[in-house]
């Protein structure tokens, strides 16, 4: 299957590589290339790309507002992929419950580029741990001081765990072996926790993992910083 792409970013030497780079992979197609998030968001809707690549800041239509209207129209069958140029963006945090599905750093080699669109269009998240522990825990922080709109009442004591242990970075055979259960349980925990929260994502399960004050910062996979989302094969549910 071939991942269809469009590319947003303000800079066009920046867009002008980038659609340029992932042109020259037989499994994607650059489908569109936009200077603004507006622009992004009527080529999304022409051309139905399963990723967007979107600069998080861009004049007028930002790249998050851009992400939110794209992802909306499409029904969350075009996944959002944010370009950022610190790995502690202070827009990182809004991108995500903007619905997007993960991050790359503008530096970022070309095999981490191409990595990062396949994971996206597979329908996994990607936050690299370096964006992870410092930021999730960071700006989810100084979010939680109103109430949280909604709380575990609903799930088993379980699913709470593996709702903990996702935000803590584990994978699912990581918490399969921690839990002392099958890799299929672990997955099936997972599909009733994300039906019961209404997630679509271990990103979105990370926020509210912080949100709830399940996790707080510095409380990683082994108690000594907060864990990045894997993306393996397994990252996904």
């Known amino acids: 299957m071939v991942i269809r792409v469009v590319v947003a970013d303000d800079q066009a030497v920046v867009r002008t590589a980038f659609a340029g780079l992932l042109g020259t992979q037989p499994d994607i197609e650059v489908v569109g290339e936009a200077e603004d998030g507006a622009a992004a968001v009527r080529i999304a809707a022409e051309h139905r790309p399963d990723v967007a690549l979107l600069d998080i800041r861009m004049p007028g239509l930002n790249g998050i507002e851009a992400a939110r209207e794209i992802i909306a129209a499409s029904g969350g069958a075009t996944r959002a992929l944010m370009l950022?140029?610190?790995?502690?963006d202070a827009y990182v945090y809004d991108a995500l419950t903007a619905g997007a599905s993960g991050f790359l750093l503008k530096d970022a080699t070309f095999p981490e580029l191409l990595h990062a669109v396949r994971v996206v269009a597979d329908g996994r998240a990607l936050l690299s741990p370096d964006i992870t522990g410092r930021l999730i825990a960071e700006f989810t922080r100084q979010r939680v001081a109103a109430p949280p709109a909604r709380?575990?009442?609903?799930?088993?004591?379980?699913e709470v765990e593996v709702l903990v242990l996702i935000a803590?970075?584990?994978s699912n055979g990581d918490i399969a072996d921690r839990l002392t259960i099958t890799a299929h349980t672990v997955k099936t925990h997972i599909n009733r926790l994300f039906a019961k929260m209404e997630l679509r994502d271990r990103a979105q399960a990370v926020i509210l993992a912080y949100e709830l004050g399940l996790v707080?910062?510095?409380s990683g996979a082994n108690g000594c910083g907060a864990g990045g989302i894997p993306a393996g094969p397994d990252a996904g549910r």
Do not use: D, I, P, Q
Not at 84 to 88: C, D, S, V, Y
């Open 216 to 218: 707080v910062a510095g």
């Open 84 to 88: 950022t140029t610190f790995g502690l």
């Open 168 to 170: 803590r970075g584990l």
């Open 151 to 158: 709380s575990v009442e609903g799930l088993t004591t379980r």
